[in-house]
Structures are given as structure tokens and as C-alpha cells.
């Protein structure tokens, strides 16, 4: 069965610095595959998805992820942090055959002033 | 932009009680999911509905569950006596196709006493 990994319940960085939260998936065929936000208290938000296109991706508030197939990986990056990116984030994928998303553990990313 | 929506925000029950979680998909929507995600886990599957039936179910989607499109508007989850280990956030998500990007609601919070 498709799993999803992602390592680092807790990642901190500081204001300015690069992000970078990792997660890799189990299928050997490339699903598509997913990040999503949760700010507190709130739902989930679409940040960008890989659906067998072009294998970096570009997402809403400068994140991007690069879908690398040989390492099975889907790491969700940001050039430089800002104190509003302070929130949960989950990696999904949908395999073939399948409709549903299946998610990762998240990681919770905290900013440093 | 259109969004899903949710009622209510937070649910409390007693144990042994019947709730009904609400969920407003977006109007041209065709598939219809619901995910649960218990305090400080990752986000589950429950199931996933498409021309008024069930297209895919988890385990966890036992005989206490189901779900029902009452009308042109909502999507419902039922559960029928509710256990304590069913407190959790319950999302409910919407896509206009099959594996395309599912929109989430902002989640219920169900609290069983």
C-alpha cells in the first residue's frame, strides 16, 4: 500500500533562512502528489501539486517542491522563511486507481524571529 | 473564489449519541470525501462518494458511519453512536474530478464526552 514519510515532526528556522521540509512516497509508479498547509485552527490549504508535469513545482507564497523520481521524493522548499509561514504542513499523494489522498504525518514548521 | 463549507465548526456529544456533520461542497463538484484527523495525528481517509454512492471506503468507516448527499447542496456524514475515539477534526473535501485537486473545508471539530 502507498505510504508517505515525512521527516521531522518539528522543523525550525530562522526568519530569512531556507526551508526545507521533506517527504518522500512509496509507489513505484509516480503518483500525484501534494503539499498542504493548516494554519491554526484552520482547514487545509493547497500549496502545490505534481500531477506528471513538469517535475519542479511552483506553489502560492514562494514555495516550491521538486517531484524526483529516483529518490521517491517530494521536498517542500522556501528560499527564505517568513514569520507567516509558521504553520502545519502535510505532504499527500493519490496513487492510480485510487481517489483518495493519503497523508503524511506533517511537519510543523516553526519561524524564528 | 468558491469554497467548501462546513457546519458546525465544533460538535459536542455524549458517548452512544447520533451527530450529523455537515459539509457544503462546491457547486460543480462531482466527488465528495470525507478525512478525519484525531488531535496530533495525521489526517485519514474516511470515504469518498461519486453518483449518490460510495466509490471507496477505509476500514475505519465502519457500519457506525455513512454518508448521504441529502439534496443538490449538502453532503452529510453520520456517525450513529458515537465512541469516545471518534473526537477528531473532520474535513470533508470536494473535486470537480476524480483525481484532480480535492478543496477542504475548514473542518468540524466533533468533541465526545
Known amino acids: 500500500a502507498q505510504s508517505v514519510t515525512q521527516l521531522g515532526s518539528h522543523v525550525s528556522v530562522s526568519e530569512g533562512a531556507l526551508v526545507l521540509l521533506r517527504c518522500n512516497y512509496s509507489?513505484?509508479?509516480?503518483?500525484?502528489l501534494f503539499w498542504y498547509v493548516q494554519y491554526p485552527n484552520q482547514g487545509l490549504q493547497l500549496l502545490l501539486k505534481y500531477t506528471s508535469a513538469a517535475t519542479l513545482v511552483k506553489g502560492i507564497n514562494g514555495f516550491e517542491a521538486e517531484f524526483k523520481k529516483s529518490e521517491t521524493s517530494f521536498h517542500l522548499t522556501k528560499p527564505s522563511a517568513h514569520m507567516s509561514d509558521a504553520a502545519e504542513y502535510f505532504c499527500?499523494?493519490?496513487?492510480?486507481?485510487?481517489?483518495?489522498?493519503?497523508f503524511g504525518t506533517g511537519t510543523r514548521l516553526k519561524v524564528l524571529a | 473564489e468558491p469554497e467548501v463549507t462546513q457546519t458546525p465548526s465544533h460538535q459536542v456529544t455524549q458517548m452512544g449519541q447520533e451527530v450529523i456533520l455537515r459539509c457544503v461542497p462546491i457547486s460543480n463538484h462531482l466527488y465528495f470525501y470525507w478525512y478525519r484527523q484525531i488531535l496530533g495525528q495525521k489526517v485519514e481517509f474516511l470515504v469518498s462518494f461519486y453518483n449518490n454512492e460510495i466509490s471507496e471506503k477505509s476500514e475505519i468507516f465502519d457500519d457506525q458511519f455513512s454518508v448521504e448527499r441529502p439534496d443538490g447542496s449538502n453532503f452529510t456524514l453520520k456517525i450513529r453512536s458515537t465512541k469516545l475515539e471518534d473526537s477528531a477534526m473532520y474535513f470533508c473535501?470536494?473535486?470537480?474530478?476524480?483525481?484532480?485537486?480535492?478543496?477542504f473545508g475548514p473542518g468540524t471539530r466533533l468533541t465526545v464526552l
Open positions: 499527500a499523494v493519490s496513487d492510480t486507481g485510487t481517489y483518495k489522498y493519503i
Open positions: 473535501a470536494s473535486s470537480g474530478v476524480g483525481r484532480g485537486q480535492q478543496y
Open positions: 509507489s513505484s509508479v509516480p503518483p500525484y
